[in-house]
């Protein structure tokens, strides 16, 4: 049950059930058992947490209570915290991690500066993992093989070497083939061409959505005695994908009197319109909308095929799974990602000290097509390094009616970031340039480097008996250097992100470097009428570092040089909640009202084919409420809901365009329920449970614009599963996940005065898998 998981949220350990934050929690086992291996997942269970991302789904972040960040830029990092195993994790692309021989997993909501740092406006994501144990011989390894031949290998051996020493040693590999069927060139109109030259990109359309990912941790644990515990831990990462997996929807653009894109809408299956001016007519002027100059127009007089993009691309079926797109290989993105960590704990008598020394490496290599479909337009590809070196002391103990944690922390970001709109051969793009026949990578390189040092506190209080007081704070220096420069590298590999010698310029570089400091606050004050019941509110203030735009070259004007570094963003929080703990824990009911008041919030508006982030006033209201009941001892129900009403003040979704926004990727209304039933006694000499998980969550934008044809649906989805664990140690599974193969969207691009088109990535459409276990 609830009450009964123990958590770390303010730095100790506490059942969940005790602390006053509003905390969704998940033990490994469950996750195992409903086939979750991607720590995103985590989301779908969760109500007030959602993901963001791009990349066609294959780079997901976690977004809490509205609190998002949809820039794709790889220097950034997110307003949400993800830590696994007590290291922060700064790399967005890091956050959709293999998830492996884990413990639980913990999802804390509301600002957590003062414990957890700067860049936890929204709250936080921890993976805590298994940890070796000492004198024992223990361990497990599962096989699953599912639909699209998916295959999955976990497992994890403790082993102890002498009497204060013990290894654990964790690993796992999945794989699948293509989900998507690529039917290239269906679709495409009579005559519209595919390339605009004599040769493109070769090979060309392969099927989508393959992954082959190999992940490991190995951990060394000493105890010298009963105060000191002393753990060295090494992980790496390696992930195979194939090309991003954007499908595709025909829009129409929207203009005003003044040629100003104000909207978006869905093209209808009859639609010929390129574009609608401010009376409804048809609108084609490449001088506004340069890439109406390659439309497919087959009377050439204006107008677009019916229900087609701009280049006569009409989208082919997605619910048959059915992509068709030229630039398209089955594998070819790469993500990979390396840690080392020294992690140690003592007691110095009345005090506990710990220290985590971390240090991070990614590389990543990803590339799509920009239009997805079979004509030839652009790429988009993405090339970064990043280093990251933390190191936090902390100090804790407590007395009588306090408790009490101090500490210190550092940090140190280098990104090194090549990204840009590329020109394949033959290509649109390489056209503009006059390069067809080579191709061209105009490209965006920048090296952001970020090195932050806090001080922080927190002491809780029972100044009477049954009221506790919280107060907590933490004080941030940050420093940061930034170099962008602009250029065109020749194409050596339209596969690739070639980052050559400059062969001209394209945007002014810009260097920078800048000093902040920020503060984050806690205050607090929590009642106990007896010993079910908590109630709590409080005050946060969260803040997120500010940082730089890498803007693309899309053929509009640069970035201003004042408009290219932005602000940190302030979250001011208050918030209340309950907790209730039935007799004997057989049931739990949670609830909490919170209101945030932003300051510079960061909105990332992304428009034509590149995007920027602008500093903001927005606001949320929402509210959340968890259930969970045990009956018997078999069957167990838990629900929860929630409500965020988010809007952003004033966003300029044209030049001299204001409009009150939501939020990208928030839904006002999401909810989910659980049930798990056990059945009673032996089954065949084990035990024997079945599960099944139905999430809802509203519609929502993927742009920050909010045009109507960035508004995503609701959606609804149903996974079952069944575990049957033998007192031998053997044990077998299965789920299915998402019974009813719904297709819904889960992150888009809005390109509509590119190709009038949006780009659109799905969820995995209906999967099953069986698994084989044993453990020992």
Request: net charge negative; aromatic share 12%; hydrophobic share 40%.
């Amino acid at each position: 049950m609830q009450g009964d998981i123990v958590v770390t949220a303010q730095r100790r350990s506490e059942r969940v059930q005790d602390v006053g934050i509003s905390i969704a929690t998940y033990s490994g086992d469950d996750l195992k058992d409903q086939g979750v291996t991607l720590s995103t997942d985590v989301a779908k269970f969760t109500p007030g947490v959602t993901v963001s991302g791009t990349l066609g789904g294959q780079g997901l972040q976690f977004s809490i209570r509205g609190v998002t960040q949809s820039d794709f830029n790889d220097a950034i990092e997110a307003p949400v915290a993800v830590y696994i195993d007590d290291a922060y994790v700064s790399s967005q692309q890091g956050q959709g991690m293999a998830l492996f021989d884990i413990q639980r997993v913990e999802a804390l909501k509301g600002p957590q500066g003062t414990l957890f740092g700067r860049n936890a406006t929204g709250g936080l994501v921890h993976f805590v993992v298994n940890q070796p144990v000492l004198g024992e011989t223990s361990g497990y390894v599962d096989a699953t093989y599912g639909r699209f031949n998916k295959t999955v290998l976990e497992g994890a051996i403790n082993l102890p070497l002498g009497q204060v020493v013990a290894l654990r040693a964790s690993g796992f590999w999945t794989r699948n083939d293509s989900i998507w069927n690529n039917v290239f060139p269906a679709g495409l109109a009579p005559g519209a061409p595919i390339n605009l030259g004599p040769v493109g990109v070769s090979p060309a359309g392969e099927d989508l959505g393959d992954e082959d990912t190999v992940a490991g941790r190995l951990q060394l644990l000493w105890e010298p005695s009963a105060a000191w515990r002393v753990r060295l831990t090494g992980s790496a990462f390696r992930q195979n994908l194939s090309e991003s997996p954007w499908g595709l929807t025909a829009q129409i653009p929207v203009l005003d009197a003044q040629n100003r894109v104000v909207n978006g809408i869905y093209a209808s299956p009859t639609e010929t319109r390129a574009a609608i001016d401010a009376n409804g007519n048809n609108f084609f002027n490449p001088a506004v909308l340069p890439f109406q100059g390659f439309m497919f127009s087959p009377n050439n007089d204006g107008h677009r095929v019916p229900g087609a993009n701009f280049f006569g691309y009409v989208p082919v079926d997605i619910d048959d799974r059915l992509m068709s797109k030229d630039f398209a290989k089955s594998d070819l993105n790469r993500f990979r990602a390396y840690n080392g960590a020294l992690h140690v704990d003592g007691s110095l008598g009345a005090v506990d000290l710990a220290s985590v020394t971390s240090y991070f490496k990614y590389k990543k290599h990803f590339l799509l097509d920009g239009e997805a479909s079979p004509f030839n337009a652009f790429l988009f590809g993405t090339k970064s390094d990043t280093d990251t070196f933390s190191q936090e002391l902390r100090l804790s103990g407590s007395s009588g009616g306090f408790t009490w944690v101090t500490g210190a922390y550092y940090l140190s970001i280098e990104a090194n970031v090549a990204q840009g709109l590329l020109g394949p051969r033959g290509s649109a793009l390489a056209l503009i340039f006059g390069m067809p026949l080579t191709g061209v990578d105009p490209l965006s390189v920048f090296e952001l480097k970020t090195q932050s040092a806090s001080v922080f506190g927190q002491v809780s209080w029972e100044f009477v008996p049954r009221w506790t007081i919280v107060v907590g704070g933490r004080l941030i220096r940050e420093h940061q250097e930034y170099q962008f420069d602009s250029f065109a590298s020749a194409n050596i590999d339209d596969y690739s992100v070639d980052i050559g010698p400059p062969l001209f310029p394209i945007q002014p570089s810009f260097t920078d470097k800048r000093t902040d400091w920020l503060w984050a606050g806690k205050a607090q004050l929590e009642f106990r009428p007896n010993d079910g019941l908590m109630l709590y509110a409080g005050v946060n203030r969260g803040v997120k570092g500010g940082s730089y735009n890498g803007k693309l070259f899309d053929g509009t004007p640069p970035l201003a040089p004042e408009n290219i570094p932005y602000e940190p963003e302030v979250l001011l929080s208050f918030e209340g909640g309950f907790k209730l703990t039935g007799f004997g824990g057989r049931y739990t009911l949670n609830g909490t009202v919170y209101h945030y008041d932003y300051t510079d919030y960061q909105s990332f508006v992304f428009a034509d084919i590149s995007g920027f982030v602008r500093n903001q006033k927005a606001r949320t209201t929402g509210a959340e409420l968890e259930a969970s009941l045990r009956v018997g001892d078999g069957l167990r129900l838990s629900a929860s809901g929630a409500i965020t009403d988010a809007e952003v003040k004033d966003l300029e979704v044209a030049p001299g365009v204001p409009r009150d926004t939501r939020p990208t990727y928030t839904p006002k209304y999401s909810a989910s329920g659980r049930v798990s039933y056990t059945v009673p006694g032996r089954i065949a000499g084990g035990e024997l449970q079945f599960g099944g998980v139905i999430t809802y969550q509203s519609n929502f934008y993927h742009n920050a614009r909010n045009f109507d044809g960035d508004l995503f649906p609701e959606r609804t989805v149903v996974d079952l599963n069944t575990n049957w664990e033998m007192e031998s140690g053997l044990r077998l599974a299965a789920y299915l996940k998402n019974v009813f193969d719904k297709r819904y969207r889960t992150v888009g691009l809005d390109l509509a005065t590119a190709c009038g088109c949006n780009l659109e990535a799905y969820g995995e459409p209906r999967t099953w898998g069986v698994t084989i276990g044993y453990r020992f």
